[in-house]
């Protein structure tokens, strides 16, 4: 029986009522983050979850429509996590189809904070898993013109901290040199698998060569294989790691070669069964995991630290506390390792 349908598919569940907050954060000089929660009420409890999906227009169609989903009704998370799957949950067709499965997410992940809660139970006591210290990287992009300062200024205000960043074609080998001096990079994104987004990046065999030469000892994540390319990365396959493709068990199945790690990202999961059939997979063949973010605003950023401290918590986890993000980092943020915050019921961290 998989870890779904053993600890958590039986679960009673009770929604009177939903509904939904929009929330919205500066997350660089480019971007503004907006995101939905959900909040879910039954029996005297709430949970609470986060619609990840990117585009604002979406969130705005998804609040202006208001909790009109047929979500009220005693279930099992089984049976509800059925009904969410089946149900069109999006007003209007999202902006992009790869979209979708961060709603389902948002659902599910709502319904089971509110299960354990009834329930009285956390999820890592369902699971019989005890959360642990989290490490963590924080994720970034080095502007345009690239360069050192967005590591600088964070290093000179939290020295300890690890990074995985985005390489681009503007990198100079004189930003690279820059770069591993100061011994703080754990991965590279080449972002090579993106298409139509904004932080698209093609198969630069010039980029590949320099940055993989460079960090001997830095994961690689999503570079684009070209012919050119894979001569490239083919002595540091076991480096390579994949998140974009990454969907459920059938995707790792089919990366070109085995992974020794991939990145298990909750919400492009989406289903709670998908997520954990994942987790399952990667234990049983000594696949690595590690957890990626979507830049959460509310409670999304705790449920993917809460899951990688549970199934992962010694990876360079993409899950770092939100301010570490800000343009203006502020003092006084937690650093890495994270002790474990969970609460003692729900899907709880901090």
Not at 74 to 86: G, I, P, Q, Y
Not at 122 to 139: C, K, N, Q, Y
Not at 218 to 233: G, Q, S, V, Y
């Amino acid at each position: 029986m998989s870890l779904f349908e053993e600890r958590l598919a039986d679960l009673p569940l009770r929604i009177d009522g939903y509904a939904l907050e929009g929330l919205s954060r500066d997350v660089s000089s480019a971007f503004t983050r907006v995101s939905t929660v959900i909040r879910m009420r039954g029996a005297g409890q709430e949970g609470v979850g986060e619609d990840v999906t990117y585009d604002a227009e979406d969130h705005e169609i998804l609040q202006a429509a208001g909790a009109v989903l047929p979500l009220a009704g005693k279930w099992t998370l089984r049976s509800f996590c059925d009904h969410v799957e089946a149900l069109e949950l999006w007003p209007a067709p999202p902006q992009r189809e790869q979209s979708r499965p961060y709603r389902v997410w948002a659902y599910e992940s709502t319904a089971l904070d509110l299960a354990l809660r009834q329930a009285g139970t956390s999820l890592h006591a369902a699971l019989g898993r005890e959360p642990r210290p989290l490490r963590f990287v924080v994720s970034l992009r080095l502007g345009e013109p690239p360069t050192l300062g967005p590591v600088a200024r964070r290093l000179a205000r939290y020295p300890s901290l690890r990074f995985k960043l985005d390489p681009t074609s503007e990198w100079t080998p004189e930003l690279i040199a820059e770069l591993v001096a100061t011994g703080a990079v754990d991965s590279v994104d080449f972002k090579g698998l993106y298409v139509g987004s904004i932080v698209d990046q093609p198969a630069d065999p010039v980029l590949y060569r320099r940055v993989v030469e460079a960090f001997p000892d830095a994961w690689i994540e999503d570079p684009k294989l070209t012919e050119e390319t894979d001569a490239i990365l083919l002595p540091h396959r076991d480096r390579i790691t994949w998140d974009a493709p990454i969907h459920g068990v059938a995707d790792i199945e089919v990366l070109p070669f085995p992974p020794r790690m991939v990145n298990v990202k909750p919400s492009r999961l989406g289903p709670l069964r998908s997520l954990f059939a994942a987790y399952e997979y990667c234990d049983e063949r000594g696949i690595g995991m590690y957890g990626g973010g979507q830049f959460e605003l509310g409670p999304g950023r705790g449920h993917i630290q809460y899951l990688a401290s549970i199934f992962h918590p010694d990876t360079p986890n993409d899950v770092a506390p939100g301010g570490h993000n800000d343009p203006d980092v502020p003092a006084g943020l937690p650093e890495s390792p994270l002790e474990p915050v969970a609460h003692d019921t729900g899907f709880r961290w901090g």
